[in-house]
């Protein structure tokens, strides 16, 4: 990409889509195009079609999706799955249509089967079954990913997949409920009054965890280095469990009760670590350690929302 290149970024208000705008302007680049909701409706193929054509982006990083944690997913898998594949749709074949250089498609590491063998490989992908809890979110990411490789086949259309660890970071849902798991916790604790905090599961899950700046670079350097519609791996090398995660969070937020686990709700993937190998041959790594990342999402938690209200 040039400086001055055309860049849509969907969904820029989002955890990642945020960071990607930030990240952008702090190296310069002077052309970048943000729509609204209210702006750009991306569930209307019509509209997406018209902006497009008006617009005429030379460069499209897709961070726009319905996200959420574990109980989102299970509850409202219905919007999950027609929300996320519609608003893809559109951006791709809008993408193809209106001649876009290279497309960024994001998506998650739950898109690979709950039990595929770790560190997971991009090669893992429909080797098996798929953590129940969010099947529906990570369909309509797989859907993504196969739709890019066919325009890539028959059209030649330039694209690049990356499939992050756990998200994390500003501008996160810290909705106690409908968030993932780190700023639901940091919610959870910092309006906790002292009480007991109490999580889904027993703890023990491993998790990987990225930092949503660091993924906003990964995904600049993706832009620059792939295009044959790869799905690539990104994440920060930290595997750290439920339960570990729980106790650095905890000291973050200086949270000092007790901390429950329901064992009678759903632990989700026990397991999935990513292989990045793809990225960090090319010479990519994160900048933030998971402490640092957590330092600095709670502190921007403080500052910007009124979630921490009791």
Known sequence: ??????????????????????????????NIITKTR???????????????????????????AKVGGIYANDTYSADFIYENIQIQTNLIHSSWKYSVD?????????????????????????TGYLEPTNDAYAVAKISGIKMLQAYRKQYGMKSVSL?????????????PDNGHVIPAMITKFNNSDGKKVTFWGDGTPKREFLYAEDLADACLFAMDNFENAELVNV?????????????TVASVVNYNGDIDWDTSRPN??????????????????PNHTLSQGLKKTYDWFIENTDLQTK
């Open 1 to 30: 990409m040039k400086k001055d290149s055309k860049i849509f970024v969907a969904g820029h208000r989002g955890l990642v889509g945020s960071s990607i705008v930030k990240v952008l302007k702090e190296r310069g680049y002077t």
């Open 268 to 285: 989700g993937t026990p397991n999935r670590p990513l292989d990045c190998s793809k990225m960090s041959e090319l010479g990519w790594k």
């Open 235 to 247: 994440g920060s090398g930290e595997n750290v469990s439920i339960k570990e995660l729980a106790s």
């Open 102 to 126: 290279k497309f960024l498609f994001l998506g998650s590491v739950c898109i690979y089967p709950k039990y595929a063998e770790i560190p997971v490989k991009e090669e893992s992908l429909l």
């Open 38 to 64: 209210q702006e750009l409706d991306l569930l209307n193929q019509k509209d997406v079609a018209n902006f497009f054509e008006q617009e005429r982006p030379e460069y499209v990083f897709d961070a726009a």
């Open 163 to 175: 499939m992050p660890s756990n998200l994390y970071g500003p501008g996160d849902n810290f909705h």
